[in-house]
């Protein structure tokens, strides 16, 4: 346990502790009021005991003061680290872990070496280094191999451990004491009670933060090893903030995020800066305050989930104030835009009706408008064969109930790059159908994916488990939603009603209450049946009610739920061109090509052209 989780533990026993520390004071309105920490009577010692400040004190005539913690070091003067294992036992804290096995290292003999002069010393200096500086980390200069080298010791309690050596001529010239004990460069001078300190990548660096007066280690052998962190496991644990300092490139951005998920995400920051590194910023011209300030500006590496507010401010804006050259959402088209409805990014659309009311054509038309505007889709129908499924989608694209094969062969060909079909007839599993629409968000780009219909997924449709089952599918389809910023379409059938008189609504959907309530939008398609063949001439009351009948739109497309849009509650009339299989926004039903063609186009043998696709506006 670390300082900083000891604290919290701590202040959530003020009151014992308090009592424990200065046994002679008395309890006054939430406070423990003492003389001072030697535990004389008085009341110019006051200690918090309850709400967002337990456990701070101060004493008002010394003008001492701090956390428990502290407060402890000063009643028993002790170290932070043995007041830390004093508190942890009068808190009854075992911290039993199944240790490691025991690592030997090699002391070291300590080299013959003496005060850098010469290259070592110019190099130092050159780095903006004091005399004070170089002497506190006692650096030594040493001969190997015929050359000048820096030495930097690693002291622990006083004993040489390890040493890193640095040719000053030869910037590949480094290396360490063999067998020796990887552990950070510095520990000498941290002061016993020091409570925030800073880890850098390299011993320049913790020499420079060290000489703007800010606590600083390094590690012993660069960015991606991290030996030293079970060599000095313990102590680091009396560090309540450890702020990572590592060089401004990939491997340091990629070894101060493991250092940070190691040592503990809750009391680590790591600083973000422009400059290689500390040194190279001193160098540049920075000074204490700069250096300083920086270590201030550290941010916590905080989990991907956890956003600030602020951090979405600008999306935010640009929903009151959308920027008119920014790309837009698809709409909603029928035979027209209707931009009252936009499929956005990141969502689901659960689509259902009752059976045999067309909510499958529907969908199909509404992905032809979705092509219209340059989007891509892949669909799963494990009711019809492709071919047979394509068959309709050529009507619907075409507007005529029997297109010539070159027109057939020129949609195939307007087709070719927009629609992607996941060819299994029959039940596909969902983890692999899900897989295959990752491939195609990925290499296609495809952001629109249908699922025609939960019933011919791998889910069970009823049973023991199958409501679970039911909810963890549409959990994954959510989440494949936004990772991959696409839009799913799922058909969803609702329960057998009494009569098919009215369009079903949400309540009205088979399974899980999830597969609505984790849909972002909900459509019902419903077809107001019509008898087709005119009543007898010799009912005219019949034949005029027919008649009426008929004016009345064919079908209607009901918008239930729009979680994150304006416009909802909506029922949009439609009437039916059988031979096209599409459907209208008014009662003319004059045919609606999505692709153009002309008997002048060529033929588009072997697909090597495609017409153009009518303007998107």
């Known amino acids: 346990m670390n300082a900083g989780e000891l604290k ?59 956390d428990l913690l502290d407060l402890w070091m000063a009643c028993h003067g002790l170290t932070l680290i043995e007041a830390m294992k004093e508190a942890k036992q009068f808190l009854g804290i075992r911290e039993d872990f199944p240790k490691p096995p025991e690592r030997t290292f090699t002391k070291p003999a300590k080299p013959q070496t003496q005060k850098p002069v010469g290259p070592v010393y110019a190099w130092l200096r050159g780095r903006g280094l004091t005399d004070q500086t170089i002497e506190a980390f006692k650096v030594r200069e040493v001969q190997r191999n015929g050359s000048t080298w820096a030495l930097f010791p690693y002291l622990r309690d006083g004993e040489y451990v390890n040493g890193k050596y640095r040719n000053p001529d030869d910037k590949k010239g480094m290396g360490q004491e063999k067998d020796a004990m990887p552990c950070l460069f510095g520990w000498h001078l941290i002061s016993p009670n020091v409570r925030v300190v800073t880890i850098c990548e390299g011993e320049i660096d913790a020499m420079t933060l060290h000489q703007c007066r800010i606590p600083a280690l390094s590690v012993n052998a660069g960015a991606g090893n991290h030996q030293w962190i079970e060599s000095d496991w313990e102590r680091l644990e009396r560090f309540e903030e450890i702020i990572v300092w590592f060089d401004n490139d990939e491997p340091g951005k990629k070894g101060a995020t493991e250092v940070v998920r190691r040592l503990g995400i809750e009391r680590c920051r790591i600083v973000h800066h422009a400059a290689k590194d500390a040194n190279q910023w001193l160098q540049d011209g920075a000074d204490a305050s700069d250096l300083q300030q920086a270590i201030e500006e550290a941010r916590p590496l905080d989990p991907d989930e956890l956003t600030s507010a602020d951090d979405h401010t600008a999306e935010v804006e640009a929903l009151f104030y959308p920027d008119p050259e920014a790309p837009k959402d698809p709409s909603l088209f029928i035979d027209k835009y209707l931009d009252w409805f936009q499929f956005r990014r990141g969502e689901y659309t659960a689509w259902t009706g009752w059976n045999g009311h067309g909510k499958s054509l529907m969908l199909d038309q509404v992905l032809l408008g979705l092509m219209k505007q340059g989007e891509q889709v892949v669909i799963f129908s494990g009711e019809l064969t492709p071919a047979r499924h394509l068959k309709r989608v050529h009507k619907q694209a075409s507007g005529l109930d029997r297109p010539s094969i070159p027109y057939i062969r020129a949609i195939g060909a307007w087709l070719r790059d927009r629609c992607w079909i996941f060819d299994v007839v029959g039940s596909a599993k969902l983890d692999r159908l899900l897989e295959v629409f990752a491939y195609a968000a990925r290499r296609h780009g495809v952001r629109h994916f249908v699922i025609d219909s939960l019933m011919m997924i791998d889910v069970p449709v009823d049973g023991p488990g199958s409501l679970s089952a039911q909810k963890a599918a549409v959990q994954k389809i959510c989440d494949f939603a936004k990772r991959h910023g696409a839009h799913v379409h799922l058909v969803a059938h609702p329960r057998k009603g009494k009569d098919e008189a009215r369009p079903p609504t949400k309540m009205d959907v088979a ?48 918008l239930s739920k729009n979680r994150h849009g304006d416009f909802q509650d909506y029922t949009l009339a439609l009437w039916f061109d059988k031979a096209s299989q599409q459907y209208r926004t008014q009662p003319r039903r004059y045919p609606l090509s999505f692709v153009e063609f002309s008997t002048q186009e060529p033929t588009y043998a072997g697909y090597d052209q495609s017409p153009e696709a009518p303007s998107a506006r």
């Open 8 to 66: 919290v533990r701590m202040a959530q026993h003020a009151a014992e502790i308090a009592r424990h520390l200065l046994p002679q004071g008395k309890k006054a309105s939430g406070e423990w009021k003492a003389g001072n920490t030697s535990g004389e009577t008085g009341d110019s010692l006051s200690v918090r005991l309850t709400g967002a400040k337990a456990g701070v004190w101060k004493d008002f005539a010394s003008g001492e003061g701090g």
């Open 511 to 558: 399974g899980s209450g999830d597969i609505i309530n984790a849909a972002d939008n909900t459509f019902a398609v419903w077809r107001n049946k019509k008898d087709e063949a005119l009543p007898s001439a010799d009912d005219p009351e019949a034949v005029e009610k027919w008649k009426k009948k008929q004016e009345e739109p064919d079908a209607e497309l009901v």
